[in-house]
């Protein structure tokens, strides 16, 4: 499957279902995250330290702000937003996997066609590392395919999700406003949030905090979706490795290789159970046929293998990502809610949220929400690229037969 389109649509099952489930997690980590900056706390964050500020936090606990937010605000404020949340990332996974993938297989083709030798050039792409049972681009053109499409989702979507992250804010909106506004204490929906942001803060309202939002959101995609490739290819080595030791229902399909590097089911790309220490039996591939149909996912390829291999790829590459970028995600959701309805701004720009939260909160600050999002890593890696490789794995089919 090599058509943008396609993979748009596999992205937008991935979005619907992953954002939903997750929604709560989502919303605890954003008012961990930007509580500091709550009328409850702020008359302390003047004159007060890191340690002072722990007292004053609204939401300490998980169990206690589960139980908070569900005591004020019911069981559905959980997914406060989450509407607003489903449309922006609809949008974000169509741009992230759409640009990704289609970024790599152009890629594969520019290294086809700057060779003379094509059966030279698709081999050496097959063997250009130490793992000769893994077919792939080095780190750098998938960090290059993943940056761009980073860079692009990240500043297309960014309005959507100022609109997100103010509606998830609910009650604590009146936290926030200094100013006290005619308007209702929390956003009444997304032409509401609209209304609010254009009326006090302008159409600049809309890309508060876009800067640090770029610098570490593009990042992040490049590290998870290259992260993603590198943990699938570690798993799927491990598993020729192991290959004797599992249920017969795994060994009895043509083995998944991956969201690029998927070989047809026929005599001239099986691969060859007999060598499990090279798994692909690399003798036996025509490197003549068409670069598409070496990629492309076929009917014959093991549906739990699909599911295991890309959900726990998923679930390790998110962390990865979350753990090396977090404290960007705090000054960007502080940046995104500064200065709500047109209040005083705690903050003049990014570098001054960075020096005002580790002078007046300390450190610690950058990483609340960590666990919450943890938590939410597991099912949302597991789910949006589960869904994604799994929607891959069956549109070729239903497209085929219409």
């Keep these: 499957m090599s058509s943008p389109l396609e993979y748009a649509f596999c992205a937008l099952g991935s979005a619907i279902v992953a954002k939903t489930i997750v929604a709560p997690f989502d919303r605890i980590r954003l008012l961990y ?35 908070m937010i569900y005591n004020e605000e019911g069981l559905l404020s ?6 607003t949340n489903i449309y922006r990332s609809c949008l974000v996974y169509i741009l992230k996997f759409s640009i990704n993938d289609t970024m790599k297989l152009r890629r594969l083709k520019r290294e086809q066609l700057n060779r003379s030798n094509s059966e030279t050039s698709f081999n050496s792409l097959l063997t250009s590392s130490s793992d000769d049972n893994l077919h792939k681009l080095n780190v750098m053109d998938l960090l290059l395919s993943g940056g761009i499409a980073g860079f692009v989702q990240k500043f297309i979507s960014y309005p959507l999700e100022i609109l997100s992250v103010r509606i998830s804010l609910g009650i ?30 302008g159409i600049s309202g809309f890309y508060k905090g876009i800067i640090p939002t770029v610098l570490t959101g593009t990042p992040y995609v490049a590290i998870q979706l290259t992260s993603f490739e590198l943990y699938k290819r570690l798993l799927i080595k491990l598993y020729c490795n192991i290959s004797n030791s599992l249920p017969k229902s795994f060994k009895s399909h043509t083995i998944y290789t991956g969201t690029d590097y998927h070989l ?28 598409e149909k070496s990629l492309q996912i076929t009917s014959s390829y093991s549906v739990p293998f699909v599911v295991m291999i890309s959900s ?39 570098i ?26 597991i099912p949302s890696g597991a789910l949006q690229f589960g869904v994604y490789e799994l929607s891959k794995y069956f549109l070729p089919r239903r497209l085929n037969e219409l």
């Design 312 to 350: 726990i790829s998923g679930i390790l590459s998110s962390i990865t990502s979350l753990f090396l970028i977090f404290p960007g995600d705090t000054i960007k959701k502080r940046m995104m809610t500064n200065g709500i309805d047109g209040s005083k701004k705690l903050y003049t720009n990014s």
């Design 78 to 83: 959980f997914w406060c937003g989450n509407l």
């Design 33 to 67: 995250q930007v509580q500091g900056m709550m009328n409850s706390t702020q008359s302390i964050n003047i004159i007060g330290t890191g340690n002072a500020l722990t007292n004053t936090l609204k939401y300490k606990s998980l169990y206690q702000t589960i139980r």
């Design 264 to 291: 047809p089911n026929d005599s001239s790309y099986s691969l060859s159970y007999n060598d499990m220490g090279n798994c692909i039996d690399k003798s036996s591939i025509d490197y003549s046929s068409k670069l």
């Design 172 to 201: 604590n909106i009146n936290n926030l406003n200094i100013k006290k506004t005619n308007d209702h204490i929390k956003y009444d929906g997304i032409f509401n949030c609209i209304q609010r942001i254009y009326r006090y803060e």
């Design 352 to 377: 001054d949220c960075i020096r005002k939260i580790y002078k007046k909160e300390g450190i610690r600050s950058f990483y609340y929400g960590l666990r919450p999002s943890i938590l939410k890593s």
